[in-house]
């Protein structure tokens, strides 16, 4: 019998991040692997329903309180109590995010003799590890987040998806032996990769970025470099908090006909699939999904060397790579690649064979069945202790 899943999240569907989609993705693979799988997550709107079935697998949401301060204490217990009462239901719990849920989930794998396996989604500027360890004055709860940290270290696996958050957890303390590197995954089945073929030259080429718009992901930077790039339409897909100071930024740059930002969309494959150019300009990384939305697609990629972008592209191979914070190597690789139709073609030909042998989430999803199977079938390996370095 394979063992049953119980994943723990903050927020989940109809909330949508790179983590939300990361969860959604493994757990509808694992589910038609025949895998029983629960996702428990927190009931931030009491217009979404507690509990509904998603591509075969369910989906719990437990009650918040709706009182600024009472909501971070209320999730945590809330969710403690609902591992406990489904304690029958489920043989291992995956944590998705190192952050205080994965605290809960972590002491109560230890309580009930559960395998706990957690997964590090962030690095660099802003990560999780960073946000745990470090007591912010803005939020008295954050007091207690040094102590929700030492809870985490308790857990059987902590799974890294680039090569620098697995670096970060080692130098947190971490264990090697607990530490392993797991990337995000695709479903290359649902793309075409239909840009492959693509060498005919246009007058116009349409870059593509999909991003949330916030600092550390670099889209000022982006204008920045845009400012500098003749002959090329750029399409911003997302939203967030800086909309309206990178709407100013348009204005004074001057790049009104050049620049659009389309705001969230929920075509973006179709925007990836039709695009000449794929941009990344972050600030921090952990492994974005849209970069491997669009090298599956086919697409050539400029991206930043951070984070998992360094894992994903070998600069000149399957993509190109440029220092953060730097709009001019950022232009100077994008015209690059709008003035040559063939180097497009051969970088998107090789970004999705990438994507094909290495990031397809069929492949994602077999490698953390495997370790389901070891820790359920191993009850001494998954009480293993954490290390006190």
Not at 2 to 28: D, H, N, T, Y
Request: charged share 25%; net charge positive; aromatic share 4%.
């Amino acid at each position: 019998m394979k063992p049953r899943v119980l994943m723990v999240i903050s927020q989940f569907w109809p909330i949508i991040g790179g983590v939300e989609i990361q969860c959604q993705r493994l757990a509808a693979e694992l589910r038609r692997r025949q895998h029983e799988v629960t996702v428990v997550t927190g009931r931030h709107d009491r217009s979404t329903p507690r509990e509904e079935t998603m591509n075969g697998f369910l989906v719990m949401r437990t009650p918040i309180l709706q009182v600024p301060r009472l909501r971070n204490v209320s999730l945590l217990l809330s969710l403690g109590w609902t591992l406990w009462r489904l304690r029958r239901r489920y043989d291992v719990i995956q944590a998705h995010q190192a952050l205080r849920t994965a605290a809960v989930a972590t002491l109560m794998g230890k309580l009930l003799g559960k395998p706990v396996i957690i997964k590090v989604s962030s690095g660099g500027t802003g990560s999780e590890i960073t946000r745990m360890r470090k007591r912010r004055s803005s939020d008295w709860f954050s007091l207690l987040d040094p102590l929700l940290w030492r809870a985490i270290r308790w857990c059987d696996r902590i799974i890294a998806v680039s090569s620098e958050i697995k670096d970060e957890l080692l130098m947190a303390g971490f264990p090697p032996e607990k530490v392993m590197e797991v990337p995000n995954g695709v479903p290359v089945e649902a793309t075409t990769g239909g840009r492959v073929n693509k060498t005919v030259a246009s007058d116009t080429v349409r870059a593509v970025c999909a991003s949330g718009l916030r600092p550390i992901k670099g889209i000022d930077v982006l204008l920045e470099a845009a400012h500098r790039v003749e002959g090329v339409r750029f399409e911003i897909l997302g939203d967030g908090p800086d909309m309206d100071h990178l709407l100013n930024m348009q204005a004074d740059l001057g790049l009104d006909g050049s620049v659009v930002f389309h705001g969230r969309r929920d075509d973006v494959a179709d925007f990836l699939a039709s695009a000449d150019i794929a941009v990344f300009p972050s600030r921090a990384e952990g492994m974005s999904n849209s970069l491997l939305e669009a090298m599956a697609q086919g697409v050539p990629c400029v991206a930043t060397s951070v984070g998992g972008n360094r894992d994903t592209i070998e600069d000149g191979f399957n993509g190109l790579l440029v220092p953060p914070e730097d709009p001019s190597a950022l232009a100077k690789a994008i015209q690059k690649l709008a003035a040559n139709a063939e180097l497009r073609a051969r970088l998107g030909a090789e970004a999705r064979r990438t994507i094909c042998q290495r990031y397809d989430i069929v492949n994602v999803a077999e490698r953390y069945a495997e370790l389901y199977a070891v820790l359920a079938s191993h009850p001494s390996d998954a009480n293993m202790e954490t290390s006190q370095r």
